[in-house]
């Protein structure tokens, strides 16, 4: 096996890339979890036995995928990112302080899983490029799931 060649078989350069933008998602996932972890905790009214429960199946779920991800970095034979400042400092979320409106959290739930999919498809893009099937398949697999979740949350909106 040639040394520009992962564990894995894949080329190096190019696992090195789907890694960094992993890590990126990796990032994404950290800050939208906590944020949905406080809207958990801080939600307010009416709705509170219906959102508390929704939330925290959202936190839940999002846990086990930054776990998968953060394994599918290791396995591709990089290091996925593991530090709060890394994570703040690079995802495209935003932190949430302290919201506790149904509507405004349930639009944060919305606003951060639509930047989690583009993200993934950017992912599944490059990782469906270079042949690397283990990516594409978890991330194709979340952007599925996540479309559901986003049609739910925007029909509890309306």
């Known amino acids: 096996m040639s040394t520009a060649v992962t564990n894995i078989g ?23 979890y906590q944020n949905v972890r406080g ?3 801080n939600i307010r009214g009416d709705k509170f036995f219906t959102l508390h429960i929704k939330f925290e ?16 970095i290791l396995t591709l034979g990089f ?5 709060f ?7 495209l979320i935003h932190e949430i302080k302290n919201e506790s409106k149904d509507t405004a959290c349930v ?3 919305l606003s951060g899983l639509q930047t989690i999919i583009e993200i993934e498809r950017e992912v599944s893009s490059l990782s469906a ?3 690397d099937d283990g990516t594409n398949d978890l991330i194709t697999t ?5 479309e559901k979740v986003i049609w739910m949350y925007n029909a509890y909106l309306r």
Do not use: C, M
Not at 63 to 69: P, Q, R, S, T, Y
Not at 142 to 146: A, H, K, N, T, W
């Open 10 to 32: 894949l080329e190096k350069k190019t696992s090195k890339e789907l890694a960094e933008k992993l890590n990126h998602l990796l990032a994404a996932y950290q800050v939208f």
């Open 39 to 41: 809207f958990h905790w």
């Open 57 to 72: 199946e959202l936190y839940t779920d999002s846990l086990v995928k930054i776990d998968e991800i953060a394994e599918r």
């Open 79 to 83: 290091t996925p990112s593991h530090a």
């Open 85 to 91: 400042s890394d994570y703040i400092a690079d995802s």
């Open 107 to 109: 639009q944060q739930v």
């Open 129 to 131: 490029e270079v042949g």
């Open 142 to 146: 979340y952007i599925r799931e996540q």
